[in-house]
């Protein structure tokens, strides 16, 4: 039997910068996936995960392919596809899964599921491998076989990072880096707000964001928007909407360069307002958050947090706050408040530290 437990992530900053090779900021969460993985006599592969009702799903090893299941269980199975798709032989299983995290709060409790299986089912193999190739082959897995076209950042926070710390990850050179992050060493907390809203888009919202950024990158002639080291030069952009997205990028790359030199500095409390005009960047120039996220943000700043953003695709989704220890409960009922003011759901709040990446449990 073999067990392993990876982390949900949340992105201190570093917003719709991964699609153009920009650079993020994501942290594991101390909430994670355990995965159990026990070997079986037969050829089959079974899944089972304590929060979802139901019998295992099972699926014949030599037969699994994309399609072949849907929902839950295919972030699980596909797991195991991808693993042999990278040449792994896959002994035959039951994996049991039991997750900490909730389900679709912006923590990427997808991820966490894919990293601990594919850790458990390496060790079960008895295949050893690198941590950032592990992170690729469960991005493949929600790629390929789920059939969500996300970036890496998920997986890679979640195998790589490391307790007390950020890990800075250049998606565009494929490079990470850990940066300090002493959260409680310095009394502070980082509140995640999950607020409940998903917006369901009639128009493309997120293509109409990447062709954008596309357009913006030719009529600038760089490589890539992480090529634009002066913010000012997106100015010359003529098109209102082209210059405000690109605009974006630009700065938001450069947030996330500044909040890495605000932490080796050590002045962990000045990333707060960082945070909060990378919320004023996604609202007003890439437009992407909706009224929930302000109306979470502005509560939470106005109740003295230092600072506080949107995470995510937007349009709904979770807000984070950065919190000194003293203000952590009036942050939390100005947000409720402000909710239950407009007759919303409060927000389900998650008091998040920065805990090790994924690993193999005894
Ligand atoms: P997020 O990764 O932000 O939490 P996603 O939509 O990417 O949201 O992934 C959520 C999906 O991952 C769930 O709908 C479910 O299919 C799967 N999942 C998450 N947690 C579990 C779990 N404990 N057991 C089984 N499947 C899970
Ligand atoms: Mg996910």
Redesign the pocket.
Known sequence: MSRAHAPGRVNLIGEHTDYTGGFVLPMAVDMG?TCEATPRADRLVTAW?R??SGAPMAADLDNLAPGAVT??AA?VLGTIWALGEAGVVVPPCDIR???T?P?????????A?ECAVALAVLDLAGVRMQARDIARIAKRAENDFVG?PTGSMDQVASMLAQPDALLFFDTGLDITRTVPFPLRANGLHLLVMDTHAHHQLVTDEYGERRRALEAATVALAVPSLRDVQDARSVESLTDDTLRRRARHVVTENARVQHVIELLTAGEVAAVGPVLSAGHASLRDDLEVSCDELDVAVDAAVNAGALGARMVGGGFGGSAIALVRATHVDVVRSAVAGAYRARNWREPDVYDVVPAPGARLLA
């Open positions: 996936v995960s929060e979802m929902g839950w972030y899964i039991e997750s995290l389900a679709g709060a912006g923590l990427s409790s997808s991820a599921v969500a």
